[in-house]
């Protein structure tokens, strides 16, 4: 699981830094995006809650089983 969500949430951040910078630079393909550039953003959000829903209880707690990752 945090293979996915750190895949998707890396292509999420270059895709939302790609946007950016063309909207910055008023690149004409920025405007042929249409939605994505509403989809993208709300989709990082979802991959950052759903990550730190995974990880929010790695390292707490001694009573940790040691044969488990």
């Known amino acids: 699981m945090l293979l996915f969500f750190g895949f998707f949430l890396t292509m999420a951040v270059t895709v939302n830094a790609m946007a950016l910078v063309q909207l910055l630079n008023d690149d004409p393909a ?25 990880l929010r209880h790695r390292g707490t707690g001694s009573d940790r089983n040691p044969l488990t990752a």
Request: hydrophobic share 75%; aromatic share 20%.
């Open 30 to 54: 920025a405007a042929a995006m249409g939605a994505g550039l509403f989809i993208f953003p709300v989709m990082a959000v979802l991959f950052i809650v759903g990550l730190y829903y995974l």
